[in-house]
């Protein structure tokens, strides 16, 4: 009968183009199906109807096809063939660091644009809509998010002018200044190659043999390392950057996210029975503060310094191991910003967000800061290598302003492509290009060639540590000694101050000897030497 059907249907097409051999003019919209799937997205499900991929209805999600009740399947059973094919490709490589997070959407409005404006270009009462995800940064995606690490704090604001990410994290600081450094401390942060087990000595082999991580780990072993959830703890860029005028003149900033919620953080013994009842609190946290109505806030600072101020700042601007206190450079404040929406589906708007400090806008740039620059690269790349080529067509990550340029094709390119424009400068179909707001070569100037360059620990690098020491009340500084200190750490630790060095050497039983650094031995050769010669 389907047979007889079939041929019914080919003799009629087949008296219709005898009737009119050029067809009808028809067209369609193509993208009326990825519209058709959008809107059903938000439709409850007794309101739709079981199908396959393909859009035709399937009879029951658990039928499968075999001869007689106990014969083997048939591979004609396609339905049964795409579920599994698609199951088994569920899963995409997970982050290589920041793998376990949490996020959910807001907005950023200014409210200080008469001082960002003397140096930047930002107005007053403009409202972003913003995405947020915070994370843990040396777990796997299954991991407890109230382990001892720091946080993850990225910011994906979408502008007028484009997407502006802000990779931020709740440290001021972090353990490295040296980009060549990165893949092997977070090594250390992972599974032994042969035992697959989480040996303690490795963070901590690092950590001492890279002393400049010192207000790092002493920020991290304190009880900042374990904060309360997500929406109890600041924010910071870490990096130096540039804040640029129309003019050409430009700044260093830092920006700094102030909780509005007040800091709170937990024990060791409270984060780490916590991590055991509920390893998703943070997550858990935060999704039922926004779902309650009580949306969290953060209120959002800038630091800067000319160039010139930046000759005569005590520590390098652009080394990432060095915070600009307060009392150093002042904050003032430039806006504030609240997470007022949860996602509908975490997958698609989480896991897919995609951040990287190489999307930037007018008025915005990098600092030289070593590490940004290899982070301006390394972030994009890795979004390239999970999610594909065309993952800023992705809905999470797709800006707000218009996209037009040469790039097209590579897998999954769902947005049109765009279209039957031209892909390359062509004369004949010319593209308009925007005149840029500045010019390069007022920015910044440079001299020497090509060096080989790592940086050295000197004493400026227990300047921090030692101010971070001396600023914790007595049992701020119990808690720092009592959180996992390490043999091999004693030695720098008693150089940063005495009376710790004593307090973890008592700790540990082990010995206290004194290092030196002396002038003009590079980081490549230790940097750090014992007094008796050996080297640390």
């Known amino acids: 009968m389907a047979f007889l059907t079939l041929l019914a249907f080919a003799s009629l097409a087949a008296t219709v183009v005898s009737a009119n051999s050029h067809g009808d003019a028809f067209s369609f919209d193509i993208n009326e199906g990825v519209d058709v799937q959008r809107k059903l997205a938000d439709s409850k499900s007794e309101d739709v109807t079981f199908t396959t991929d393909g859009g035709t209805p399937q009879s029951h999600p658990y039928v499968n096809q075999r001869i007689g009740s106990d014969g083997p399947l048939l591979l004609q059973d396609t339905y049964l063939t795409e579920l599994f094919g698609h199951f088994d490709r569920e899963r995409i490589p997970e982050r290589v660091v920041h793998a376990r997070g949490a996020g959910a959407h807001g907005y950023f409005e200014v409210t200080n644009a008469e001082f960002a404006k003397k140096y930047t270009m930002m107005y007053n009462g403009l409202r972003t809509p913003m995405t947020i995800r915070f994370s843990t940064v040396g777990g796997e995606s299954g991991s407890a998010d109230e382990a001892r690490d720091p946080r993850g704090f990225a910011i994906k ?36 190659p042969q035992t697959h087990l989480k040996p303690k000595d490795m963070p901590w082999e690092y950590w001492s043999t890279n002393p400049e991580s010192l207000y790092q780990v002493m920020r991290l072993f304190s009880d900042l390392g374990t904060p309360d959830g997500f929406i109890h703890m600041h924010g910071w860029t870490g990096h130096s950057y540039r804040w640029i005028k129309e003019d050409g003149s430009w700044v260093y900033v830092k920006i ?64 990432l191991t060095k915070e600009w206190h307060f009392d150093d450079v002042p904050k003032t404040e430039i806006g504030k910003f609240y997470l007022t929406q949860n996602p509908k589906n975490y997958f698609a708007e989480i896991e897919q967000a995609a951040f990287s400090p190489a999307r930037m806008v007018d008025g915005w740039g990098p600092s030289n800061d070593p590490v940004l620059q290899a982070r301006l690269f390394s972030y994009s790349d890795t979004h390239r290598y999970r999610l594909g080529p065309n993952y800023m067509q992705i809905p999470v990550n797709c800006p707000f302003a218009p996209v037009a340029n040469f790039q097209r094709d590579g897998a999954m390119a769902v947005l049109g492509n765009q279209g039957s424009r031209i892909n390359f400068l062509s004369k004949q179909e010319p593209i308009r290009l925007q005149k840029r707001p500045y010019v390069d070569e007022s920015h910044q100037q440079w001299t020497g060639g090509a060096v080989s360059s790592l940086a050295r620990v000197t004493e ?29 750490a004693v030695s720098l630790f008693a150089h940063l101050d005495a009376k710790l060095g004593a307090a973890i050497s008592a700790g540990v039983k082990a010995p206290v000897t004194k290092v030196s650094f002396p002038e003009g031995v590079p980081t490549w050769d230790n940097a750090t030497h014992w007094t008796d010669e050996s080297t640390l």
């Open 460 to 488: 400026i690098d227990f300047d921090l540590p030692r101010r971070f020491w001396q600023s914790l009340s007595a049992q701020d500084q119990k808690n720092l000694i009592n959180n996992e200190i390490r043999t091999r």
């Open 157 to 192: 604001f979408r502008t007028r002018k484009g997407n502006l990410d802000m990779v931020m994290n709740n440290t001021p600081v972090f353990f490295i200044r040296d980009p060549a450094k990165f893949p092997s401390f977070i090594h250390t942060q992972k599974r032994h």
């Open 256 to 319: 700094y996210a102030e909780t509005m919620q007040g800091v709170r953080n937990l024990t060791s013994a409270d984060a780490t029975r916590i991590a055991g009842e509920n390893p998703d609190y943070a997550t858990q946290q935060l999704y039922e503060a926004i779902e309650s109505g009580n949306y969290p806030g953060w209120t959002v600072y800038a630091q800067v310094l000319t160039p010139q101020q930046a000759e005569k700042f005590k520590y390098n601007v652009l080394d």
